[in-house]
T-cell receptor
Framework: EAQVTQNPRYLITVTGKKLTVTCSQN?????MSWYRQDPGLGLRQIYY???????DKGDVPEGYKVSRKEKRNFPLILESPSPNQTSLYFC?????????????FGDGTRLSIL | GENVEQHPSTLSVQEGDSAVIKCTYS??????FPWYKQELGKRPQLIID?????GEKKDQRIAVTLNKTAKHFSLHITETQPEDSAVYFC????????????FGDGTTLTVKP
């Protein structure tokens, strides 16, 4: 089944403790992207990747890192999480052309930073 | 960068009525305009999209119209049903940077039986 898989689905942690949210897709998509969703603010893009080893900032990249060493994986790294990063995070992928194609979303990761 | 405004933020209709949600965008080079539906607790899923060389696209009860001159596009849902209740998002990629994608703030649609 074609899908985007995120882990963990839920995480409660404390300020400053490094964490990684994994994202994996099995559709051989070139484009992958991370979004955060906060009430009333829609989906805001954090980082995106047009292909392996090619990443770039979205609209809200501060406090986050990403890497794209393999086509299928695009982890989101919070080196020193802070409470303002408490949010619902979605990973998405699309075949070609970046965000000019339909994006397939994962089920989301709810992060709570205390 | 791209600026996308979506209206209304909430919309309540009676079952069987029509619903219209509108988005305006700022980047005249944008050429792809999708609409996503997000049910409560679920992931966003594409329901319909349109490219800039087309003015209207329809899929059963759902249609999207695009006015490139005015830089706005709209989602039309006819004969609404309770299962249409969800949050709907529009999006517009930045025209000169296919990687960047800006979403509207979402419209919460409630269909009352």
């Amino acid at each position: 089944e074609a899908q985007v898989t995120q882990n963990p689905r839920y995480l409660i942690t404390v300020t400053g403790k490094k964490l990684t949210v994994t994202c994996s897709q099995n559709m051989n998509h070139e484009y992958m992207s991370w979004y955060r969703q906060d009430p009333g603010l829609g989906l805001r893009q954090i980082y995106y990747s047009m292909n392996v080893e090619v990443t770039d900032k979205g609209d809200v990249p501060e406090g986050y890192k990403v890497s794209r060493k393999e086509k299928r994986n695009f982890p989101l790294i919070l080196e020193s999480p802070s409470p303002n990063q408490t949010s619902l995070y979605f990973c998405a992928s699309s075949l070609l052309g970046g965000s000019n194609q339909p994006q397939h979303f994962g089920d989301g990761t709810r992060l709570s930073i205390l | 960068g791209e600026n996308v405004e979506q209206h209304p933020s909430t919309l309540s209709v009676q079952e069987g009525d029509s619903a219209v949600i509108k988005c305006t965008y700022s980047d005249s080079a944008s050429n792809y305009f999708p609409w996503y539906k997000q049910e409560l607790g679920k992931r966003p899923q594409l329901i319909i999209d349109i490219r800039s060389n087309v003015g209207e696209k329809k899929d059963q009860r759902i249609a999207v119209t695009l006015n490139k001159t005015a830089k706005h596009f709209s989602l039309h849902i006819t004969e609404t049903q309770p299962e249409d209740s969800a949050v709907y998002f529009c999006a517009a990629p930045q025209g000169t940077n296919a990687g960047k994608s800006t979403f509207g703030d979402g419209t919460t649609l409630t269909v009352k039986p």
